[in-house]
């Protein structure tokens, strides 16, 4: 501010001479300085609701985040006291509805592997040029990507905690159960393929059988 009085101190000869343009110079500077400041002040307005709308819809999602954790928590605890609390028919009933609905799935997801190795050899055998054969393999290489994603994703979703559970409280019951030869613990939370899926089903279907078999009274015999 300073400066711009000590030039108009130095200019005054000048600006004396044409006052009236002077002053229309100093409203144009004006106008452009206040425009210039709306332009940035506006600008940091928008900036600051952009992030503050960023921060409710974060604000949101976690709401609704930790919702559904907690409902998982409440399904997980009800799931828990309904299998622990059950006696060996209930247990195994439940163990079997497992086993068939995993099966089921594993099932359903060979069909379509088939379905699409089967298109996958029709495309190949019709490709004129090794450029058209690269296409239709890198097609169904992610293809078969995709849908192991979503089998993997579907058994995590449908399986597995409710396998882990089973399993838990069948060995805790089954105190001298011994898994077949080639059995894989991990599999339950990692099956990864179609061995694994089946590791599981077997291993659960054979402890459910064992559990009320074990749990039969002595036949009594006559001397």
Avoid: C
Wanted: proline share 2%; glycine share 2%; charged share 35%.
């Amino acid at each position: 501010m300073d400066k711009i009085f000590d030039y108009i101190s130095k200019e005054w000869a000048v600006i004396s001479q044409a006052p009236f343009a002077f002053l229309i110079l100093g409203a144009l500077m004006f106008a452009l300085a206040y425009l210039a400041a709306k332009f940035k002040f506006t600008v940091l307005v928008d900036e600051v609701k952009a992030k503050n709308e960023t921060l409710k819809e974060r604000l949101l999602l976690k709401t609704e985040q930790a919702e559904s954790y907690k409902d998982r928590a409440l399904k997980y605890d009800d799931n828990v006291q309904q299998v622990v609390g059950s006696d060996e028919i209930a247990l195994k009933e439940k163990t079997l509805e497992v086993v068939k609905n995993l099966r089921d799935f594993i099932e359903r997801h060979k069909k379509e592997d088939d379905r699409v190795s089967g298109i996958e050899r029709s495309v190949m055998r019709e490709a004129l040029t090794e450029e058209e054969r690269n296409k239709a393999w890198e097609k169904n290489t992610s293809e078969i990507m995709r849908l192991s994603n979503e089998r993997n994703a579907e058994y995590d979703r449908r399986f597995k905690v409710d396998a882990m559970l089973l399993r838990d409280e069948l060995r805790t019951r089954l105190t001298d159960y011994e898994p077949s030869d080639g059995y894989r613990d991990s599999a339950y939370e990692h099956p990864t393929n179609y061995f694994g899926f089946n590791d599981v089903a077997s291993d659960l279907e054979r402890m459910a059988k064992l559990l009320t078999h074990m749990s039969l009274p002595p036949v009594n015999r006559r001397a």
